[in-house]
């Protein structure tokens, strides 16, 4: 069965730290894997994009990691804000979208 | 307003009721989805379309209906609203066939079936 699971459910960090959201997929055929940023009461709006031959992208503050071989996914952010207070997606793209039930991180000043 | 816009953001309605949630965007994407967010669950689709007059169900389909008569619009029915029905319901859409190409999705309608 074709699964995403992300840990941990949820994360409590303190502003200007660092922090690190793991994904875990089993999904075949692979295809793409894409990390969103979810808001409070808003849509996922896509971060980072990966394929099977990519291993590092970044995108600002965020910095996605994939190892195809062992079908896991990270996505470090540095030095926290206030603002990346929110649900972080990630989405398995196979023939269709494997979302997963995301990571809500709280960044406290 | 460019993008992707859902109304109403927020609904409340009793079982039984038919409501119908509007979805529009001005990108003229072909590709419009239609997903549901649980507590517990990912996003999951409930129908998408391809084009105009083209449309397919997805994991979720039981009890909701969609047309879509124009690229832009992709109104989403419960023909009789169930308190499981009561959800987060997000639009998207996407250019052309390639899974590669980027998902764009609406703010959301909050649902809310008494």
């Known amino acids: 069965k074709n699964q995403v699971e992300q840990s941990p459910q949820s994360l409590i960090i303190l502003e200007g730290k660092n922090c690190t959201l793991q994904?875990?997929?089993?999904?075949?055929?692979?295809?793409?894997l894409r990390w969103y940023k979810q808001d409070t009461g808003r849509g996922p709006v896509s971060l980072t994009i990966?394929?099977?031959?990519?291993n590092t992208k970044s995108n600002g503050r965020y910095t996605a990691t994939l190892d195809a071989d062992t079908k896991q996914s990270s996505l470090h952010i540095t030095a926290s804000q206030l603002s990346d207070s929110a649900s972080y997606i990630c989405?398995?793209?196979?023939?269709?979208?494997?979302f997963g039930t995301g990571t809500r991180l709280q960044v406290f000043p | 307003d460019a993008g992707i816009t859902q109304s109403p953001r927020y609904k409340i309605t009793e079982t039984g009721r038919q409501v119908t949630l509007m979805c529009h965007q001005t990108?003229?994407?072909?590709?419009m989805f239609w997903y549901r967010q649980d507590l517990g669950h990912g996003l999951r689709l409930i129908y998408y379309?391809?084009?105009?007059?083209?449309?397919d169900k997805g994991e979720v389909p039981d009890g909701y209906v969609v047309s879509r008569s124009k690229t832009e619009n992709f109104p989403l029915t419960l023909e009789s609203a169930t308190r499981s029905q009561t959800s987060v319901y997000f639009c998207?859409?996407?250019?052309?066939?390639?899974?590669?190409?980027?998902?764009?999705f609406g703010p959301g309608t909050r649902l809310t079936v008494l």
């Open positions: 994904c875990n997929y089993t999904v075949s055929p692979f295809s793409n």
């Open positions: 379309s391809a084009a105009a007059d083209i449309t």
């Open positions: 990108w003229s994407h072909s590709y």
């Open positions: 990966m394929t099977f031959s990519e």
């Open positions: 998207a859409s996407r250019a052309g066939q390639a899974l590669y190409n980027e998902q764009f």
């Open positions: 989405v398995v793209n196979t023939d269709k979208l494997i």
